[in-house]
């Protein structure tokens, strides 16, 4: 009898461990030898857990989603696709990205982490191409993919921080413009902590638009790549948190963004916080009321009918 019950558990034990794989299933962006701009390189990814628990990845040049999907009695439909920031140099992709996809798979809604690739002229060609073009790709295939997942195709929205915010805000805006616009790449909605969205000297966070650019940097694309002049009407509305304190992404960039929405009447929610500095994410201890910015983005994801 003993024998049958520990064979009964090792087999349940199985299916839960085979369960919690195909929910974080990583899946490639794009089909093998086709990844788009990619040139022969010896760049080597790397991925180093620091003290405090924080997952950085650098070198990333092959692009991968990781699938956080929630079961489809608990699924209230929505999705979001969650870009980690990193200045376009490295990506946080914990305390930004599956911390993230944990805390929305907890209240029904399913989360992808994009691992996009880093821009590296040594990898790529016409480098600030290729963050978009795979942002882009992952939402396609969400898309693609939604009734499989039990996701409502018309509830798939894009996070990003810092840089990843910057990503997130480019998707949002430039989805429609340029040769690979594609409506199947437009997200829903965005959410975006401590997002860089300007390139402008006045406000940009100067790393990130240096690695973005590279050795193309012009003020042609500075413009292009500043989101608060590109949003139109077609722009999703968004949900913005920002530190008032933030010594490396001026707060003036979430109120660039906000205001530009305001302009073509988008509706947005923005949460400004005196204390809290930059690439806080969920760890908010010791700093004052910004503790309640995942209360108030879950609220925000309760009135727009994406949370539960």
Known sequence: MKKTKSIVMAIGLTALSLQSMAQNEVISLWPEGKVPNSIANKVEEKSVTDANGILRISGVTVPTITAFIVPKEKATGAAVMICPG???GILAASHEGSDLAKW???RGISAFVLKYRLPDAKAMTHQH???????MQGIKLIRQSAKKWNIDADKIGVMGFSAGGHLAATLSTHYNLGKQASEDAKPNFSILLYPVISFMPEIAHGGSRDALLGSEKSEELIKYYSNELQVSEKTPTAFLVHAMDDGAVPVEN????YLALKKFKTPAEMHLYPKGGHGFGLRTDGKGSLVNWPAAMDGWLKANGWGK
């Open 129 to 135: 191409e290729v963050p978009l073009m795979d942002a």
């Open 254 to 257: 979430s109120i660039a963004y």
């Open 104 to 106: 929305f798979n907890e």
């Open 86 to 88: 990193g200045g376009y």
